[in-house]
């Protein structure tokens, strides 16, 4: 369903991306691995549309993904994918309930009816009394849950995560874990996790490994 092929990506002199391939099954539960600088974030934005590779291949559903445009990418990624970035990444001028509700608005959504649907994906994630903030007013593991919210509430085909309880202690990061697969599971969403937490990889279907922006293993 996701597939990339041979991708190589630079920056500057850096090379990201070295000829990574991964193919990823519709409803599979993967984690990108690896250590810090092998590319795993390269990869993730590669497949979601994010960067475009300067060579190599993404598909979507057979699709090229690559080959489009920015604004058609940016409308793949609104219709089909939901992103849990790094560091958070909200709009810092919205509050927590309006950042999970952006991605409705942007799919044309009604504007009550999508800050109802916010609120019920803060709640199961544990931060409806953050609804009325800004990210600036919220903590580390809070932004990362309101990140989440943000990611699921469209209902996506794919879900990436990049390091999605990398600002969470244990227990927190369970329970995030524990919302991101079961919510997968359930409605058969693809998940894609970067992650260089083996308890995390844990969760996974299958784990692919990177070293210096090229595939070094795929574990079950
Ligand atoms: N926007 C960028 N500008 C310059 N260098 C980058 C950028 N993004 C990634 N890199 C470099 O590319 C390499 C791979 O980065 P990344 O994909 O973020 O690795 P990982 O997520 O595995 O830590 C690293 O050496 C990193 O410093
Ligand atoms: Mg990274």
């Known amino acids: 369903m996701l597939e990339a092929r041979a991708l190589?990506?630079?920056?500057?002199?850096?090379?990201?991306?070295?000829?990574?391939?991964?193919?990823?099954g519709d409803g599979e539960i993967v984690a990108i691995t690896?250590?810090?600088?092998?590319?795993?974030?390269?990869?993730?934005h590669c497949l979601a549309g994010i960067i475009r590779?300067?060579?190599?291949?993404?598909?979507?559903?057979?699709?090229?993904?690559?080959?489009?445009?920015?604004?058609?990418?940016?409308?793949?990624?609104?219709?089909?994918?939901?992103v849990v970035f790094q560091f958070?990444?909200?709009v810092p001028e919205l509050t927590a309930e309006e950042n999970?509700?952006?991605?409705?608005?942007?799919?044309?959504?009604?504007r009550r009816e999508s800050l109802l649907a916010a609120q019920s994906w803060?709640?199961?994630?544990?931060?409806?009394?953050?609804?009325?903030?800004r990210p600036g007013e919220l903590s580390g593991g809070q932004l990362q849950r309101v990140a989440v919210a943000r990611a699921l509430v469209t209902g996506p085909r794919v879900v990436f995560a990049d390091e999605p309880t990398g600002a969470l202690d244990s227990l927190a990061g369970e329970r995030v874990m524990g919302e991101l697969v079961g919510t997968a599971r359930a409605?058969?969403?693809?998940?894609?996790?970067?992650?260089?937490?083996n308890?995390?990889?844990?969760?996974?279907?299958?784990?692919?490994?990177?070293?210096?922006?090229?595939?070094a293993g795929v574990a079950v």
């Open 100 to 110: 999970v509700a952006l991605p409705l608005l942007f799919n044309r959504h009604g």
């Open 122 to 133: 803060l709640e199961r994630l544990d931060v409806i009394d953050c609804a009325g903030r």
């Open 8 to 24: 190589r990506k630079t920056f500057g002199r850096t090379v990201a991306l070295d000829g990574a391939s991964a193919e990823i």
């Open 199 to 215: 308890r995390v990889a844990a969760y996974a279907d299958r784990e692919i490994v990177l070293r210096d922006g090229t595939l």
């Open 187 to 197: 409605a058969g969403t693809t998940l894609v996790i970067v992650t260089h937490d």
């Open 53 to 82: 590779p300067e060579s190599g291949e993404v598909r979507f559903d057979g699709r090229r993904v690559d080959t489009l445009d920015g604004a058609d990418r940016t409308k793949l990624r609104r219709e089909n994918f939901g």
């Open 88 to 90: 958070g990444r909200l």
């Open 34 to 44: 690896g250590a810090s600088g092998s590319g795993k974030s390269t990869l993730l």
